[in-house]
């Protein structure tokens, strides 16, 4: 379990990381935190020539804000939106979807823009940053930036709209009122797993946004905006059967263990949400 | 939070010969493990942190497929002399255990696969580099052509008559099969109650936190292939080495380093430890290999799985008739060495009735070829897996006659009057009240209150649990045991030896092992107990064949009844030694010498153990010419005064919540009540148990490895292969009583193994506790939540 042998660069800025993407041939891999990199590398999965680090460039590191939003820099670790060390685009929803995602040693280390690159279907920040509307920044090889909204960006289990010259910058979250509120409920076999299943609720009344997501299925998260609706209108949690309803038929070919424990889920962040309030 | 684990103790003391009440560091003292200073402090060595010059590290080439012809191996020109194969090792002998048990059919595994592969993850190819990396790198490039073979992946196929043959000169796939042929007519007769069942415990890989790893290199001085490796035995596996590599002992010495956990996986002769110092004889030059979590978890998956069928015969109070039994045991491909691959079939039939009071017993074994790696005895050896299907089923009458569970086993249970009791299967129960221990159990977590809770949190929709499980521990059982399980290899008597320094300190030398389990802590205390020396004057010198005494090592939970018995002899002796000494130097006679504080007493006048050792080594002037020549270096051989063991027994009881919506399991309690006789060292003995109990809970709930139907492993990382973490144990809670055994030193029984024994039984018996009004049971290891809300769900379906 020793990767292949590969160059390690460290670049000082994102000019220069960008311009190692376009300067080769060479298999390159950027690498962030490590943490999902790191065992692909061991088990010889991933065998890049090149890795080019992001993890210290500055300009992955910032927050930026405006009115309306908030910008994460790509290579801010789980461990500081855990410590509430970053502004809140919502209170406290970051800092308790980053307390949920594996141990500390591994959150000390691994970033918000890896996870989303990395596009496991269980993991947390795809699905969280889902039903919070969010988009991500992405810079391409050439220097350009698009963004794209977070509903668009997987396009399937560990594929993504970022290719592999781009580099993922940040992520700019929506600003919520005082009165938004969220459920976030993650089913796992212990602590610190990936999840079995995930369901997120967020709604915001001066916004007029709810949106309900589940995670942890088969792909990229999905979103329910009639459950959304529904949840906002009636300020109560679905029944069984109507979510059942919609999750047959939003993602027909669930097994029903999986079908069963989405339920759960979003019953639980419902309930959470509506009693936070 | 910090998490405090609460430890009762209910002692008597008892005077026993060496029992002085005065030595601060001898048996029954709180003593801090010596061996911790360096193992917390990043000061251990393990196989890992050796240096030698021009070392060489291997990787293998390993089966990417389940079974078929190895046709052959293609090695790239420019790897030629870094590649080795079977062709290569043409001198090494296969591992081929044999046993004395009628109808049994020895395997033979070659170190690097030869003609055929049985599981994935064989060795088929050692490749060595500078860098493990490098030496992965050259594994890479070795192609193998492999002819598949339809593969084996269970026991029930593999059993069928028309299934393909693993071995091929054998006439079936069947290592092994066993009756126990007990009169169940009484039985049948007189039942009200008859209950059936199917049990299954899950495939596991045992996860010492070291793997395992092997370095070898030759001694040109001593003509020695010296062999430093992760093991328990050392002794054993200088004589396998020796063995399958055709040299004399002489020419082989074993050290086993700083060893991190070993748990039964390293018990046995490695086909890695053959390949490599193969290799290291041939190159002349030292080759390491350390194992790595995925081949662990791929070629490491040789535990624990069982299949039961099972019937219980009880009258309507719940007494137990009989028991009629069919046990599979899914061995794996081959049988290792020395315990063979019939071990955990013997000790599965011999123990299913285990503490209960059972007339009637009938018991069939198979241990069945797989298409998995081989069988190895993991801490509790079979017992975790009869216990499981013994506590369910006395459960499941207890349900059928409506009693209490605890009310049904306590009185099933051997009672403490007819100690020593020889049960059904003929095991010689030493000592104890297994009775006490669920008494104990159910006062603690309080059984009626409990009941009460239970049915008031129903009615709000929360479903709690409480599950017992009860076992007996065969420890430190000997010769006639061992060669009864008609095993090459039997353990005799074992021996220590116990020394003054030249500077008046002790060192003990012992040829058994300590791989975290704190030996080396505790067999100091036996010396300190009968030198009255304290222990930090004491040094322990374990596991290097070129210095200590023979010892078959540490397996059986026989450590510190063996070891400790023998260092116990020893020092003994060098204790009359030493006062023959001090007679000399005290001008008295001596049978007037005591021993106090490290120093020897007549009267008031008194020397301390460094003048004696001064005078015999260095100032043999000082001494009379009559002197006792024989000095004061003891060697003593040792075994109990029976080798059918002495049998520590528990209860487990563990409260649960289970989460009907999601099949989560948590604890609410989780409490031992213990008897392991002597215990030299409380606070090692509560280590041993938390630990146990916690593998035992990766058992019940997380462990299991999983195989496609083409036999391709399906969980070799961690993030599949789920263990227990801290926050998934309970907060267990422990209680002990001392029945010392009549026949040991001491009185000192095993305790190593036995706490992994219960909990899977007194974890399902929670569960199915808390599910019984969903009329959900289940029977299967582990208890994941996903087979759990699979069974409520079914359970809920129309249909
Ligand atoms: C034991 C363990 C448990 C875990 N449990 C969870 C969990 O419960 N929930 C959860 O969500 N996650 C979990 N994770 C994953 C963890 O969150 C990782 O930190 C995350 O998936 C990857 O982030 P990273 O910064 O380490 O990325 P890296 O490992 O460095 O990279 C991951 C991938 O993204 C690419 N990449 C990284 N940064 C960029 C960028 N800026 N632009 C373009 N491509 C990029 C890399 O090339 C690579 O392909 C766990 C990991 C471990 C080891």
New interface residues.
Partial sequence: ?????FQFTQPATLAEATQMLRDTNEEIKIMSGGQSLG?MLN??LARPEKIVSVSGLSELREVNQGEDFIEFGAALRHAEFEDGALLEPISGMMRHVASGIAYRAVRNRGTIGGSLCHADPAADWITALTALGASVRIVSAQGDTRDIDMTRFMHGAYRTEVNSDEILKSVILPRYSSSAVWGYYK?C??????A?AIAAWVADREKRYSRVVFGSTAGAPIVSVLLGRQIAVTGEVPSNEVIKAELARLAPDLD??KQ??LI?SLQRCTKQALNHD | MLHVFEVYVKTDKQNLPGWSGEVKTGIGACVTRKEDARLLSGHAKFVGDLKFPRLLEAAYVRSPLAHGHLKSVTIPEEYKNKVFTAWDLAEVLPIRPESTLPGYKASEQYPLAKDKVRFVGECIAICVAPTRAEAEDIAEQVVVDIDPLPPLVNASDAKSHDAPRLHEDWDDNLFLTTAFDGDLAFAEKNATVVIEREYKTARQCMNPLEGKGTLSYWDEKAGQLVVYTSTQVPHLIRTGIAQHLQMDQGQVRVIAPDVGGGFGYKCVLQPEELSVSWVARKLKRPVRWVEDRREHLVAGANTRQHHYTLKAYADDRGKLLGIDAEITVDVGAYSVWPFTACLEAAQAGGNLPGPYALEGYRCKTYSVATNKPGFTPYRGVARPGVCFAMELTIDAIARAVDREPADVRRENLVPGSAMPYTNVTGKFYDSGDYQRSVSEATQAIGLEAFRERQKEARVHGRFLGLGFGTFTEQSAHGTKVFASWGLPLVPGYEQAMVKLTPSGSVEIRSGNHSFGQGLETAIGQVASEWLTVDISKISVLMGDTGMTPYSTGAYASRGMVMAGGAVSKAAEELATRIKIHASHLLQCKAEDVILKDGEAWSGVASVDFADIARAWYLRPDQLDEEVDTAGLEVTQGYKPDIDTGVFTYATHAAVVEVDPDTGQVSFEDYYVFEDCGRRVNPLILEGQTYGGAAQGIGTALFEEVLYDPSGQPLTSTLADYVLPGAAELPHFRLEHTETLSPYTRHGIKGVGEGAAIAPSGAVLNAINDALEPLGVEINELPATPHKILSAIMVANSPE
């Fill in positions: 379990m020793k990767p292949v042998d065992p088990l010889r089913t076999r212990k602590v610190g797993e990936f079995d029903p263990v069963h424990l759960v």
